[in-house]
């Protein structure tokens, strides 16, 4: 009887060991996930400013200013909080909406304005690049997560499962949120791209593009 005990206590701490061992991959996956949803955060600030740029361009004070704090808002170092995230996401789309109306060619822009589109257009590029990035690393991750919530028993199951649901939640949500997003960033780039190369304005570098994902 002690030796059928002690063979079932040892089996009970191998069960463990092994959970130990292969346990994390939950909280992996989840730190994955939240690096893409950071990426996005990064890739709606970069169009917040770009935005900024383009209406400071044309002379519009109170929509210049109002991008340009939700431009600081979001570039505050701490966790994404998704709903936060979302709003200024809407934000940014009622913008880029106005701007789809907004004839540049009609525009009086001074010197300095068009110093300003060309600085929107490093920032656009830099957010279209992390939105790309973003969407392709979601699309790579979530089967990887949801074969894991799949594969999951026992002790594992208790511990992992809520992490895992968390990146799988995360990668549909960039999933869902990303492509209205970058559509209209297509757009605003194209008209700004568009009065540029008509106006002689010099589009940017490769290193004030390296320069400015650098900074956001």
Known sequence: MFIQKRIAFIAIILVALCVGLFAGDG?????????????????????????????????????????????QDLKIKDKVDLDKLEKSM???????????????AKEVISEEGKGKLGMSIVSMTVATNLYNEA?????????????????????????????????????????????AQMKQLATAMTKVTDYSKANG????????????????
């Open 90 to 104: 809407e934000t940014i789309v009622k913008y880029g909406t106005l701007l789809e109306t907004i004839d540049l």
């Open 201 to 216: 304005i010099p589009l940017p570098t490769k290193d004030e593009i390296e320069k400015k994902a650098a900074e956001l």
């Open 135 to 179: 969407t392709d690393e979601s699309k790579e991750l979530l089967p990887k997560a949801e074969k894991a919530l799949k594969g999951l028993s026992g002790f594992s199951a208790m511990k992992e499962a809520g992490p895992i649901k968390e990146a799988i939640g995360n990668c549909k949500w960039v999933g869902e949120k990303s492509p």
């Open 27 to 71: 909280k992996a996956l989840e730190k994955q996930s939240a690096k893409i949803v950071k990426k996005v955060e990064r890739a709606a600030t970069g169009t917040a400013e770009a935005y900024s740029y383009i209406y400071d361009a044309i002379g519009k004070e109170k929509e210049t200013k109002e991008l340009q704090k939700l431009t």
